[in-house]
T-cell receptor
Framework: NAGVMQNPRHLVRRRGQEARLRCSPMKGHSHVYWYRQLPEEGLKFMVYLQKENIIDESGMPKERFSAEFPKEGPSILRIQQVVRGDSAAYFCASLLNTEAFFGQGTRLTVV | TQLLEQSPQFLSIQEGENLTVYCNSS?????LQWYRQEPGEGPVLLVTVVTGGEVKKLKRLTFQFGDARKDSSLHITAAQPGDTGLYLC??????????FGAGTTVTVRA
């Protein structure tokens, strides 16, 4: 996990609010991955980004979810109008060769 | 989507016992990784196997990649409470996308 920073660690939102999850990859890495983990399920790929470019968003829900990785600053996973089903742990990762290095995750709870 | 199935889903053993968890797929992978995840933390990479039939050892952990590169196993000898966690396998085909299994939750009782 060293080097991949995610914040906040825990986020509570009421239904209908927006959630913003932030991720800074390992130093020198310009690509990030976002995964979602539900209880007793594996990690589900959401999106793969490089700076200023979305490479693969095939795992992202079509509505309410968006991701960006600007030239400066962290990558942002944004969930609009959250619903209870969005409650999950969201992990960001840097990839070195084919090996993923994960952050500690953001645990989103929608109440 | 390439599916990885892990078994068993849950495993509870006494300290000092051995255990094996399995990761199976109908798809061929160029490499396969094993991760361990502790509650409240992100997954941490344990090992990568790339060659069919490959065996890697990490202290009391032995990882094997199947000859056909479709399956893998993780064997823990003389398990300790510190081995408790969620063990995840993930497959890759030399691209950026890792496909994860649902994991095996291992509990080692003192």
């Amino acid at each position: 996990n060293a080097g991949v920073m995610q914040n906040p660690r825990h986020l509570v939102r009421r239904r209908g609010q927006e959630a913003r999850l932030r991720c800074s990859p390992m130093k020198g890495h310009s690509h990030v991955y976002w995964y979602r983990q539900l209880p007793e399920e594996g990690l589900k790929f959401m999106v793969y980004l490089q700076k200023e470019n979305i490479i693969d968003e095939s795992g992202m829900p079509k509505e309410r979810f968006s991701a960006e990785f600007p030239k400066e600053g962290p990558s942002i996973l944004r969930i609009q109008q959250v619903v209870r089903g969005d409650s999950a742990a969201y992990f960001c990762a840097s990839l070195l060769n084919t090996e993923a290095f994960f952050g500690q995750g953001t645990r989103l709870t929608v109440v | 989507t390439q599916l990885l199935e892990q078994s068993p889903q849950f495993l509870s053993i006494q300290e000092g016992e051995n255990l094996t968890v399995y990761c199976n797929s109908s798809s061929v992978f160029s490499s396969l990784q094993w991760y361990r995840q502790e509650p409240g933390e992100g997954p941490v990479l344990l090992v990568t196997v790339v060659t069919g039939g490959e065996v890697k050892k990490l202290k009391r952990l032995t990882f094997q990649f199947g000859d056909a590169r479709k399956d893998s196993s993780l064997h823990i000898t003389a398990a300790q409470p510190g081995d408790t966690g969620l063990y995840l396998c993930a497959g890759s085909n030399n691209d950026y996308k890792l496909s994860f299994g649902a994991g095996t939750t291992v509990t080692v009782r003192a």
